[in-house]
């Protein structure tokens, strides 16, 4: 297998590296840039603060900050409008995945034109975009150093995987300062979103050198500094080790993709609203769990990584100590289930043969250890609930 590996053109990293956005707009030669972002940051001040940093580097900068969560097909009418209110040059997506979200796909709909429907995956779009600056404010969605972007269609409520190299930001700014105010609830769904890409990303059956070291790198961060970062949030340490950890997953799954885990996420959002990192720890345990026997010495790696397991134990008992990891994990940072959540249990029950139709139609499933079956993932769905 020949293993396609693309990274953003340059990456700036540390604490306080957002004042150096000036500075990557003339190294790209961005003049126009809109920056994409949502009412959260308006309100505490931090998008005024990268215009301040934008206008003195003599840029002319516009402000976007209609964003929502998790996008839809309708939320982006507006952006796009203000694009060529602004003729803009560029974007500049700041916040968490929603704004970046919005950011990617405004800059292919922008120059290519038609509707996010034409960009859902297995099509591979590489053609004309905007150039896209990500600046993350989460440690969790690794959408700084992705090709992908996830959009909601609000005609069949399915979570559209859009995939290319056209959405993959070509400069990233990762600054963990922007992350200090985090709480702790997003804390928990961010990090377990970056655990869960992590390990996807590793066990893949696209996986490669390359993002194998990614994964493991990130991974075993994860396991020293998330419940660190959980449990207090002034933990300088802990939110720059895991915003490194959240790109370096991000880098890893965007080279090998996700597998399980995401494909039956992603519908649980469209249809329940439940945030994505929220409904990916949802199902990381059993989704594990499932996976195991298609690559019992993978998972064993993942267990040793994330401090689970020894190095002397056994694959077999090295994979069991992950799920038991992964279970504790998620009860220690207060996950839910969607049955404490508050979702429905007749309603869940009603969409699962939608849900699982839309999960196998995502393609991810195909990249996971175990192809699951339509009625295997309506089981794991069910199992979900009640656990």
């Known amino acids: 297998m020949v293993a396609n590996i693309s990274f953003p053109r340059f990456l700036k990293l540390g604490p306080g590296s957002v004042e150096s956005l000036g500075e990557v707009l003339t190294d790209l030669n961005i003049e126009r840039p809109l920056l994409v972002t949502d009412a959260f940051m308006v309100s505490n001040g931090s998008a005024d603060r990268l215009l301040k940093i934008v206008a003195a580097a003599g840029k002319k900068a516009a402000l976007f900050s209609e964003t929502v969560p998790d996008p839809t097909t309708d939320s982006l009418q507006a952006g796009l409008d203000a694009l060529t209110a602004h003729d803009a040059d560029s ?35 590489a053609g004309p975009a905007l150039p896209i600056i990500a600046i993350p404010t989460t440690a969790g969605s690794g959408s700084e150093a992705t090709q992908f972007t996830i959009i ?22 990762v600054d963990s300062d922007l992350t200090m105010s985090m709480p702790p609830r997003l804390t928990a769904d961010t990090g377990v979103d970056a655990l869960t890409h992590a390990i996807e990303a590793y066990v893949s059956k696209k996986a490669n050198p390359i993002s194998d070291g990614l994964a493991l790198s990130a991974m075993k961060t994860i396991g020293a500094y998330l419940l660190r970062a959980y449990r207090d ?21 965007s080279n090998a993709s996700v597998c399980l885990v995401h494909g039956m996420s992603r519908p649980i959002g469209a249809h329940f609203h439940v945030a994505h990192g929220l409904s990916n720890a949802m199902l990381l345990p059993a989704i594990t769990a499932f996976s195991i026997p298609g690559a019992r010495d993978r998972y064993a790696d993942c267990a040793r990584q994330l401090g689970a397991a020894d190095r002397g134990d056994s694959d077999e008992a090295a994979s069991h100590k992950l799920v038991d990891f992964i279970d504790a994990l998620c009860v220690d940072v207060e996950v839910p289930s969607p049955r404490t959540f508050g979702i429905d249990e007749s309603r869940w029950e009603e969409l699962i043969p939608l849900m699982a139709e839309q999960a196998l139609a995502s393609g991810s499933p195909s990249n996971n250890p175990v192809v699951p079956s339509a009625q295997e993932i309506a089981e794991l769905y069910r199992k979900v609930y009640r656990s």
């Open 233 to 253: 949030g002034s933990d300088r340490e802990a939110r720059e080790q895991m915003m490194h950890a959240s790109t370096q997953a991000g880098m890893a799954f």
């Open 152 to 173: 909601t269609d609000v005609a069949t409520d399915e979570k559209m995987l859009c995939p290319g190299l056209s959405f993959l930001p070509i400069a990233s700014i």
């Open 91 to 125: 974007i500049i997506g700041f916040g968490g995945g929603s704004p970046m979200d919005t950011a990617k796909a405004l800059a292919v709909l922008f120059k290519q034109g038609g509707v996010m429907r034409d960009f859902k995956a297995p099509r591979v779009y």
